[in-house]
């Protein structure tokens, strides 16, 4: 099958204006270099950059005339290339996630990008680029009824009707949702970097004045001005979010400007992590994203399309998360209180850090200010055992009897549960400084197949006292053999393909 006939002006036109600049650059560079007789030199620039345009739109033909596509049984094929042909086969079990997604110009036009991601890594394994839109969805959904077929060991063949599929709407986020999420998805932590700011300033020249006068103000407006940036970019983002389930794999929908539609498989979920800033857990809300194998919320084409829920209610997220991967109610296990002592020795020391550095660059710059500018951070030591207390009080860990739940985060809290099945490594690590003896501290990494550094990262038990930590990670690498068992035998058990016909 061949790409949508559009695709080729589509695609003429946005990356005619990247060849048309650069050659119009080249026929500047021949038009002075006096290397063409005084006719020419004039009509350089324009004829330059018309053959930019022709030779872009001949290659624009040629690649959708030698572009083809089929899906098959085993999976789907390309055949690509106008120099050198390409031939790829992504088989049907590989593919994790098909993602369409249609710019503004593309909805008009009607067509869309459909991009497949495969377990074994964050980039895109295929990307159609572009087919009509009503064409992307029916890739979508054939690619995965065929998938679902083929795990249960049925045909694969077409069918002659259009199959109806039944749609369960899990979650639509209303507008009054969307406005609070674009207000509340706000980083605090960039207003923690702005703090310094008033010991800096002194030392540019000519700004001393605007530091001891405007600092404030021009922070305030920064601040805000951030802020507005941050929620309209949210709320184009997650404009008309719509999240859907239909059978085993779940199905979303949104975006302003950039739309996508994606499927999300239940049975490749690697983690579902809860999410919540400081505004979110003030207010009650929360989020809720999901990672698969090969990449997690963040890592795809999309940008984060695979977040399940963008803001709800914590408990609404709460059952949601239950829907994707049904576990416990997590009691925690915090760490040490030695390890709130640690916290706050190493916030002491930062902020000894600044003040070294604040006051070396004030003394380079010939102490241009009052000599107690650079020692302006150390106001901050007030809020050292509050801030040390918060960082303790927000970490812990539950070894459930089917998933491990870990928690880490003040400014943005994260919440991550593995099913122990899913489990790739478990990870025992000390550092320098967990390792002296007033601490005895360790780490617990509990890592899965997606490797996603979304969300705070893998799932980690930090801080555990060292015996604590051994304990756990021989309890998580004891509950992952015991499901692996329990799964092959659930798998022997099940009657064959045989018998199942024999019995209808």
């Given amino acids: 099958m061949k790409l949508h006939p559009l695709s080729v002006p589509y695609r003429m036109l946005s990356r005619g204006a990247s060849v048309g600049v650069s050659f119009f650059f080249v026929g500047s560079a021949l038009s002075g270099s006096g290397v063409l007789p005084p006719p020419l030199a004039g ?73 497949l991601e ?89 700004l001393a004045e605007l530091a001891v006068f405007g600092g404030l103000l021009l922070y305030a407006i920064i601040g805000v001005g951030l802020w507005v940036v941050s929620a309209s970019l949210t709320f184009a983002r997650y404009y008309g979010f719509r999240l859907t389930r239909v059978d085993d794999e779940l199905r979303y929908e949104r975006g302003l400007f950039q739309r996508f539609d994606g499927s999300i498989p239940l049975a490749k979920v690697q983690t579902v992590t809860m999410s919540e800033n400081v505004l979110m857990r003030r207010f009650g809300y929360a989020t809720l994203a999901v990672e698969t194998a090969g990449y997690g919320p963040g890592q795809s084409p999309s940008g984060g399309s695979e977040a399940a829920v963008p803001l709800a209610s914590r408990e609404r997220v709460f059952e949601l998360a239950n829907e994707v991967e049904p576990f416990e109610t997590p009691t925690f296990q915090r760490p040490p209180t030695r390890a709130r002592t640690r916290y706050a020795i190493r916030y002491l020391l930062g902020l000894g850090a600044i003040v070294a550095l604040l006051y070396a660059v004030w003394s380079l710059a010939g102490r241009p200010v009052v000599w107690y500018a650079p020692f302006v951070p150390l106001a901050f030591v007030v809020l050292v055992p509050l801030a040390a207390h918060l960082t303790w009080v927000n970490r812990g860990y539950d070894a459930g009897e089917t998933h491990v739940v870990t928690q880490n985060g003040f400014w943005r809290r994260t919440t991550k549960i593995v099913p122990y099945y899913r489990v790739q490594t478990v990870i025992q690590s000390r550092t320098i400084f967990q390792r002296r003896r007033r601490w005895r501290l360790a780490d617990v990494v509990i890592d899965t197949a997606s490797s996603a550094s979304f969300g705070g990262g893998v799932a980690k038990a930090a801080d555990l006292d060292e015996a604590d930590a051994a304990e756990l990670r021989e309890f998580v690498g004891e509950k992952l053999q015991e499901s692996l068992r329990a799964r092959r035998e659930t798998k022997r058990t099940e009657p064959s393909d045989e018998t199942r016909n024999a019995n209808s």
């Avoid at 979508?140 to 259009?162: F, L, S």
């Fill in 43 to 115: 009509l350089a620039v324009p004829l330059v950059v018309a053959v930019g345009v022709l030779l872009t739109a001949l290659w624009q033909v040629a690649y959708y005339r030698r572009f083809d596509y089929e899906l098959t049984d085993d999976g789907l094929e390309i055949a690509s290339g106008v120099v050198s042909r390409r031939q790829r086969e992504i088989p049907l079990h590989r593919v994790q996630n098909v993602d369409i997604s249609r710019n503004v110009l593309q909805r008009l036009l009607g067509i869309a990008a459909l991009d």
């Fill in 118 to 206: 495969t377990a074994g890594g964050g980039d895109t394994e295929a990307s159609l680029r572009y087919v009509g839109y009503e064409e992307a969805k029916r890739l979508q959904r054939e690619i995965q009824r065929r998938k679902r077929q083929r795990e249960a060991g049925e045909e694969t063949e077409a069918p002659t009707e259009p199959i109806e599929e039944r749609e369960q709407v899990l979650f639509e986020l209303a507008e009054g949702e969307l406005a609070l999420l674009s207000v509340l998805s706000f980083d605090l932590r960039y207003f923690s970097l702005l703090a310094f700011g008033p010991a800096v300033l002194p030392f540019v020249p000519g």
